[in-house]
Nanobody, 119 residues
Framework: QVQLVESGGGLVQSGGSLRLSCAASGFTFSNYAMRWYRQAPGKEREWIARISRDGDLIDYADSVKGRFTISRDDARATVVLLMHGLKPEDTAVYYC????????????WGQGTQVTVSS
């Protein structure tokens, strides 16, 4: 059974930091690029970060570039989003996503974890 379980969300003050983790199971983690998305109330789900299968290719949305860092640990089947300099506009539910990989498998989503940034 494929599972993606996010953790680490919570309430932080503006300018603070938070570390989100996504624990993967039920598939060969190293075969997939991994992504983080977020969704604020009343808004569309927004892509914010992606890391390639080997960890060499990393991309960020402009809204988080320079503040957020994505990383992966294949031995532990975990992808991490380290967030610094948090702003109220970062408030959202954050989702871990397994990107579809040709010849391996399709997209999967975690349940999400709430991040709230106070002023």
């Amino acid at each position: 059974q494929v599972q993606l379980v996010e953790s680490g969300g919570g309430l932080v003050q503006s300018g603070g930091s938070l570390r989100l983790s996504c624990a993967a199971s039920g598939f060969t983690f190293s075969n997939y690029a991994m992504r983080w998305y977020r969704q604020a109330p009343g808004k569309e789900r927004e892509w914010i970060a992606r890391i390639s299968r080997d960890g060499d290719l990393i991309d960020y949305a402009d809204s988080v570039k320079g503040r957020f860092t994505i990383s992966r640990d294949d031995a532990r089947a975990t992808v991490v989003l380290l967030m610094h300099g948090l702003k109220p506009e970062d408030t959202a539910v954050y989702y871990c996503n397994r990107q579809a990989s040709a010849g391996y498998g399709g997209d999967y989503w975690g349940q999400g974890t709430q991040v709230t940034v106070s002023s």
